[in-house]
């Protein structure tokens, strides 16, 4: 990573490369209590020893196989209310990265995990600092699995770009860090210059099990239900036994 240069405006063109660290997320909010940061900094490191996912969950990745990087954005633009605005800016950028080696069946599951078919290939954690009724910093933790060909038996729906694509050969992790980069600007530019409609359309029309009927779960109940939208808050709209509820994060859970 040390000749780290993502043809961009501004993100990434300030690196800061861990070979190993507890988690990405943790060391960007350090800096950021520090005040030592420039907007669109990323922290990157090839071992990442706790990574955590959205629910708490902890984050399965072999050393120097995957992407797992957070990126500091200053999204002043966006009031707390708006926090879900980025959450599909940034869904959409690593579909876009993600659309060129998978251009079939690539969905984006609700927040803003990564799925090919039923399999989940990454995810996203952003974490916001607000300052006043705006949001002052974001932490944008990404885990993409890339390269890695085994999962823990208890992750039997885990897979990564490798496996997907059948590639004999490895990916370029610099590479693919580069391109996200690019992907992720060009969305988040978008959305500080207005575009969030069109960004929802998008994000929906992408959105794993979208106006399909299916089963979900909650407080251990399972039920039959279909998405037919997002709020502006983020929730999950679905219409479940004809009725139309809302539902938050970690409330729900999908069935496979």
């Given amino acids: 990573m040390h000749n780290f240069q993502p043809k961009t405006l501004f993100l990434g063109k300030k690196t800061i490369y861990l070979p190993s660290c507890h988690s990405t997320n943790d060391i960007a909010a350090e800096i950021i209590q520090n005040k030592q940061v420039f907007d669109g900094t990323i922290v990157i490191t090839s071992d990442q020893t706790a990574g955590r996912g959205q629910r708490g969950n902890s984050w399965e990745a072999l050393p120097g196989q995957n992407i797992t990087a957070s990126f ?6 966006l009031s707390a209310t708006e926090q879900f605005r980025l959450n599909i800016a940034i869904s959409l ?9 998978l251009p079939n069946n690539l969905k984006v599951k609700w927040p803003n995990d990564i799925y090919v078919g ?6 996203v954690l952003i974490e916001n600092t607000l300052f006043g009724s705006r949001i002052a910093y974001s932490v944008i933790g990404i885990g993409l699995n890339i390269n890695q060909l085994s999962f823990a038996e208890t992750n039997n ?3 990564s770009l490798r496996l997907a694509t059948q590639n004999l050969g490895e990916f370029d992790i610099e590479k693919l860090i580069g391109e996200l980069c690019v992907s992720l600007e060009k969305y988040y530019l978008q959305l500080k210059n207005g575009h969030y409609s069109k960004q929802k359309e998008t994000y929906l029309e992408i959105l794993y099990r979208y106006q ?8 251990g109940e399972r039920f039959l239900g279909k998405i037919i939208d997002i709020a502006p808050t983020g929730h999950l709209i679905m219409s479940v036994n004809g009725e139309i509820e809302f539902f938050d994060f970690k409330e729900i859970s999908f069935e496979i």
């Fill in 72 to 77: 500091i954005l200053k999204p002043a633009f």
């Fill in 93 to 101: 950028g690593i579909y876009e990265f993600l659309s060129q080696y």
């Fill in 118 to 123: 039923d399999r989940k290939m990454g995810g």
């Fill in 157 to 159: 729906r885990a897979i």
């Fill in 212 to 219: 399909e009927t299916h089963f979900f779960s909650k407080n």
